[in-house]
Nanobody, 125 residues
Framework: VQLVESGGGLVQPGGSLRLSCHASGFPFSTNCMAWFRQAPGKEREGVARITSAGDSSYYSTSVKGRFTISQDNAKNTVYLQMSSLKPEDTATYYC????????????????????WGQGTQVTVS
């Protein structure tokens, strides 16, 4: 199982970025794919998650209305479109997968996600 994130970088406040997470080594269907983030000195927090069928998505209150999670089953890829970025969005963003589990069950409970990417840095300044 491998999750590889890309798309991080430096952006000005109010700007946009799109993160990608390419998944391999497991069936892309019937999973929950999520984005978490961790800022220095803070706990890892859930940002957005989506069922691999794409029929349900969930967002943290801090990003709802600004971030959009989507998935492309044909490419085994999950995206996080981030808009209206704020300095407080600065963090390392991680892609995570809960294989065979619906997102309504995983919630933001980190142990639910058995597979993680290496992270990609997003800096808003």
């Amino acid at each position: 199982v491998q999750l590889v994130e890309s798309g991080g970088g430096l952006v000005q406040p109010g700007g946009s970025l799109r993160l990608s997470c390419h998944a391999s080594g497991f069936p892309f269907s019937t999973n929950c794919m999520a984005w978490f983030r961790q800022a220095p000195g803070k706990e890892r927090e859930g940002v957005a998650r989506i069922t691999s069928a794409g029929d349900s998505s969930y967002y943290s209150t801090s990003v709802k209305g600004r971030f959009t999670i989507s998935q492309d089953n044909a490419k085994n890829t999950v995206y996080l479109q981030m808009s209206s970025l704020k300095p407080e969005d600065t963090a390392t963003y991680y892609c995570a997968a809960a294989i065979g589990v619906h997102c309504i069950l995983t919630t933001w409970y980190i142990p639910s996600y058995k597979h993680w990417g290496q992270g990609t840095q997003v800096t808003v300044s």
